[in-house]
């Protein structure tokens, strides 16, 4: 059976505040987080990150309460992000209301703890995020702490660890595009996509309809994340699906 590509809903929270800014950098506050979320649940998301940014910080997860409280009201697939270290916290944020768990900076500095997350919770719980910054022609390199810290990880070979490792899906993130409306880094989409065989959601630059148009060429791809055209009403989750449904791709209804 053939998998509907999913269209993802991605909410940076701070306190209880909705946060967007431009290649990670200059945020602002954009709407309560809370009603963000039903409101994208209403529209038709087939699934929701909330992306803890205090996280980094208080040096751990300060979003359970806003998950435990979100998943009361809002019944599709929720992805935690931001403050996770360890299988202790893992195991919080399922019990809390998380259905999945996303990690970045964490497999960064102890890359043994993609395999022990996989290995107690099953690949299926665990995404890893890679945000991405283009560092010369067809390179690009693996960025933490919020897309501030570089690591000298080139993307590609981290992307293949990862799934060597045992991540259930990777979440690449252009930080070039990040908030700019301009479209996505389809150089960089593709060449991640002809390397991992696990699922592939990207994000970063969603503006207009056309840059589904251009993302829909490209094979092995099982979904994309949306924030700020979502945010600031620039598209609607109807207006993405639709255009993924002329493009002849599966999506829920």
């Not at 040096?59 to 309460?65: E, H, K, Q, Y």
């Not at 996770?84 to 019990?95: R, S, T």
């Not at 993130?173 to 593709?190: A, E, P, V």
Request: charged share 25%.
């Amino acid at each position: 059976m053939t998998k509907s590509f999913r269209v993802i809903a991605k909410i940076d929270i701070k306190s209880s505040d909705v946060i967007k800014g431009i290649n990670f950098e200059g945020m602002r506050k954009v709407g309560n987080g809370k009603k963000m979320a039903k409101k994208y649940f209403k529209e038709g998301a087939d699934e929701l990150i909330i992306n803890d940014v205090n996280a980094s910080l208080f040096g751990r997860s300060t979003a359970l309460n806003f998950l435990k409280e979100c998943s009361k009201e809002i019944f599709i697939p929720v992805t935690l992000a931001g403050g996770l270290k360890n299988i202790e916290d893992v195991h919080k944020a399922l019990i809390n209301g998380a259905d999945k768990v996303e990690i970045n900076t964490a497999a960064v500095k102890d890359k043994s703890i993609i395999s022990k997350i996989s290995k107690v919770f099953g690949s299926q719980a665990l995404v890893v995020s890679i945000n991405a910054k283009k560092i010369s022609s067809n390179k690009w390199m693996v960025y933490i702490d919020k897309g501030r810290e570089k690591t000298g990880l080139e993307v590609m070979k981290w992307a293949k660890f990862v799934e060597q490792s045992g991540a259930g899906e990777i979440h690449i993130n252009s930080i070039d595009k990040d908030g700019t409306h301009q479209g996505f880094d389809l150089d960089l989409i593709k060449k991640i996509s002809r390397v991992i065989k696990i699922p592939l959601v990207v994000g970063g630059g969603l503006g207009e309809v056309n840059h589904i148009d251009k993302l829909m060429k490209i094979k092995n791809i099982e979904g994309l994340s949306a924030s700020s055209a979502l945010h600031y009403n620039t598209l609607t989750i109807s207006q993405i699906k639709n255009t993924i449904i002329r493009a002849n791709k599966e999506v829920r209804i």
